[in-house]
């Protein structure tokens, strides 16, 4: 179990992250109460991990042999490359911190899945971009149907509370479905666990970092999307649902925070707003860059690190 | 389906509906108020009227303090709660202007010379049909009864008889042979029963806004 540790720890940070992408609207608007979002939350998260998170397992694992060594190597250097970029200010994205950890391991190994690979990055590429589309039609659906409904303040309000918190249960959801693999995808490779029980655990590892940690990050980043007006902030999460949910089906793990900021921009060019400032979309870029690049130097190092031997002289 | 999960929402609904209906009744006492004042003069059953008044107007108060205070414990999405706020603040004024015209004949000891009252009876007639028209429009809007628009511009023309009316009555006061400080006093509560319609009319157009700030 406590080989598990790293990938467990990884999980509890993403799911006290994350949830806010999906829930953090409705909670810090007060919309719903932080205990059912919380609760909602890890239990659609724990039913995506279930349901749909092999995929996305497969594809992690696939991308190099893991020995049961390396795969706690992959898991520590993922968690430390996520938890020191968010202390020292950095873009990080948890789902480039395992690939690039993964890659780390790959190279020592000197075998690496380069098709996998290719793809990986392909979809990290797509994800902003794929929020930004979405959103733009997700938007256009939303506001025809409700243009068409005439609706009073309370009932129009009353609409939005219930979507805001289906939109958010189907992101939980998604979210489980496409991160599972980040947490636990390297101890199938290890052949440490099945796939069945690696979403398992990555689920409930997830599902405790929501229940436990989450409420915070969902109150302050919850208010930036409010900043938009809750219309426009249902469509950004529904949007940023489905973009992370094809995802999942297509078996490649992405950052929920980079669909998100996909989704605002697409909100912000419907209603010809500068919703997004240069600089994050910069940290986008510099994070596709940045976050495998320190991850792979971790998994080296620490593999370097449980290679040295004490030689008296 | 989901009706348990939304009670407190039904609840700020049937309060607000609760305080037009407590507006439509201290507007029915300042009419009689008014008109006792006109065909009596000061006395008792017009204080009575103004006292009546006064306690309606205390009452929307209370009420309004109410759904502001069921409003901020988790009903509706902030915006929403702004809006129906600032209605409530700005419907409120056309209470405290009622109050205040009657206050001040009643404080002031006012008395309407004869070559006016015609006209001011008109004045207060066009200003309460305006109160109507903002009422019926404020239930139309959270009862989706009518279509709002025609009503702002109905309401819109009132107010522009209203003011027409108020220069009138204001010319006629200074055209008059009247003390300089009653001319003053009149002039003070000619703007002061003006205020009413003028207020129903800023109503009118947040209602306006509100609605079409929620087309997407």
């Known amino acids: 179990m406590t080989s598990l540790l790293g990938g467990i720890f990884l999980g509890w940070s993403l799911g006290a992250n994350d949830a806010a992408n999906v829930f953090g609207t409705a909670v810090s608007s007060r919309m719903i109460k932080f205990w059912t979002a919380a609760i909602l939350a890890s239990c659609f998260v724990l039913a995506g991990a279930l349901l749909e998170g092999q995929s996305g397992i497969e594809t992690l694992k696939g991308l190099t042999r893991f020995t049961y060594n390396q795969a706690i190597i992959a898991s520590i250097a993922a968690a430390c490359t996520v938890t020191i970029m968010t202390l020292i200010g950095l873009p990080v994205s948890t789902s480039q911190a395992v690939v690039g950890a993964i890659l780390g391991v ?37 506001a025809a149907i409700a243009n068409s409904m005439n609706l009073n303040i309370f009932q129009s309000d009353i609409l939005l509370r219930l979507c805001l918190i289906i939109a958010g249960s189907y992101g939980a959801y998604a979210l489980g479905a496409n991160n599972v693999a980040n947490v636990t995808a390297v101890f199938v490779g290890a052949g440490m666990l099945s796939t069945s029980a690696a979403a398992l655990l990555g689920g409930l590892s997830i599902g405790l970092g929501i229940l436990t940690f989450s409420k915070k990050v969902m109150e302050t980043v919850g208010q930036k999307l409010v900043r938009l007006d809750p219309f426009s902030a249902l469509a950004v999460v529904l949007a940023q649902a489905v973009t992370v949910h094809i995802y999942a089906l297509v078996g490649v793990p992405v950052s929920t925070s980079q669909a998100v900021i996909g989704a605002v921009l697409g909100v912000g060019i419907i209603k010809g707003v500068n919703t997004i400032r240069r600089r994050t979309l910069v940290n986008i870029f510099l994070a596709w860059f940045i976050t495998p690049f320190v991850a792979s130097v971790f998994a080296l190092s620490i593999d370097f690190a449980t290679h040295l031997r004490y030689i008296p002289g | 389906m989901f009706k348990f999960l939304f009670k407190k929402e039904r609840q700020v609904q049937e309060l607000i509906f609760k305080y037009l209906d407590n507006l439509r009744k201290t507007q029915e006492h300042f009419e009689k108020a008014m008109d006792c004042y006109f065909d009596f003069g000061l006395g008792e059953n017009c204080d009575f009227l103004i006292a009546q008044t006064h306690k309606f107007e205390s009452r929307a108060d209370d009420l309004r303090n109410d759904i502001i205070e069921m409003m901020y414990s988790k009903v509706l999405i902030p915006e929403s709660r702004g809006d129906i706020f600032r209605l409530l603040e700005s419907i409120d004024l056309i209470l405290d202007h009622f109050e205040a015209v009657l206050f001040m004949i009643q404080g002031q000891k006012i008395e309407i010379p004869d070559f006016i009252v015609v006209d001011l009876r008109e004045f207060i007639r066009v200003s309460l049909e305006c109160c109507d028209l903002v009422i019926r429009q404020v239930e139309a809007y959270f009862k989706r009864t ?63 806004i509100i609605n079409i700030k929620r087309r997407v």
């Not at chain 1, 590429?125 to 939303?142: E, F, R």
């Not at chain 2, 819109?156 to 009653?182: A, G, N, T, W, Y």
Request: glycine share 8%; net charge negative.
């Open chain 1, 106 to 142: 790959g190279i020592l190994n000197r075998q690496l899945n380069f098709a996998g690979l290719g793809k990986v990055v392909v979809c990290w590429v797509g994800t902003p971009v794929g929020g930004m589309v979405l959103a733009i039609i997700v938007y256009k659906l939303l």
């Open chain 2, 146 to 208: 009518e279509d709002i628009k025609p009503l702002v511009s109905i309401i819109d023309s009132h107010e522009s008889r209203c003011d027409h009316l108020e220069r009138e009555i204001v010319s006629k006061i200074f055209d008059s042979d009247m003390d300089p400080f009653q001319k003053i006093q009149f002039k003070e509560l000619v703007s002061q029963i003006g205020e009413i319609s003028d207020q129903a009319d800023h109503v009118s157009r947040s209602v306006y």
